[in-house]
């Protein structure tokens, strides 16, 4: 099983600032099946990105992913209020699917 | 508009029987995976397991094979994760969640998710 280990843990951050966050894999996620999802307080998660690096279906430009093999990472390049949540990362590249433990965007 | 609607939230005391619904809507159900995530209070998601609903093939992950079990029926639409007899520990909230293109993918859609609490 691939595990994924997302840090930091909480990210604090004020609108406008731009944020990094990492998932490392404990081995190598084939062909870059790398996720992000962004779950808010009471909601189901909703897909951000796929195959590291797309974005899906009306997520805006400001988000953007990068990495392959073992490190990735999910970029937001200016904070909006609709932005603070919690960061997860997933591969579906091998069986059983998982899931990083998740980094929260919170606001400073 | 593709939807999932799950049931409602259940209380149950351990050792009960319990099977939660996943109502599909707005695409060809039977074309798509179905997979279920559990998130326990306050943490992570976490992969269960995974349906096509148009034969049934199922697929789970090693640490949920034999505490649940993941069917379909096509007929109605409705994917299900069921439990023979529950625990404490199975308290969570359970998100069912369309697979985008086979079981190696993304979840594009989600229900709104059951809330499941065990206790006596």
């Known amino acids: 099983e691939i595990v994924l280990t997302q840090s930091p843990g909480t990210l604090s951050l004020s609108p406008g600032e731009g944020a990094t966050l990492s998932c490392r894999a404990s081995q190598s996620v084939s062909s870059s099946y790398l996720a992000w999802y962004q779950q808010k307080p009471g909601q189901a998660p909703r897909l951000l990105m796929y195959g590291a690096s797309s974005r899906a279906t009306g997520i805006p430009d400001r988000f953007s992913g990068s990495g392959s093999g073992t490190d990735f990472t999910l970029t937001i390049s200016r904070l909006e209020p609709e932005d603070f949540a919690v960061y997860y990362c997933q591969q579906y590249g091998s069986s059983p699917l998982t899931f990083g433990g998740g980094t929260k965007v919170e606001i400073e | 508009e593709v939807q999932l609607v799950q049931s409602g939230a259940e209380v149950k005391k351990p050792g009960e029987s319990l099977r939660i619904s996943c109502k599909g809507s707005?695409?060809?159900?039977?074309?798509?995976?179905v997979g279920w995530v559990r998130q326990m209070p306050g943490k992570g998601l976490e992969w269960m397991g995974i349906i096509y609903p148009g034969d049934s093939d199922t697929r789970y992950s090693p640490s949920f094979q034999g505490q649940v079990t993941i069917s379909a029926d096509k007929s109605i639409r409705t994917a299900y994760l069921q439990w023979s007899s529950l625990r404490a520990s199975d308290t969570a909230m359970y998100y069912c969640?369309?697979?985008?293109?086979?079981?190696?993918?993304?979840?594009?859609?989600w229900g709104q998710g059951t809330l499941v609490t065990v206790s006596s």
């Open positions: 969640a369309r697979s985008d293109s086979g079981v190696f993918s993304t979840f594009d859609f």
């Open positions: 707005g695409y060809t159900f039977t074309s798509y995976w």
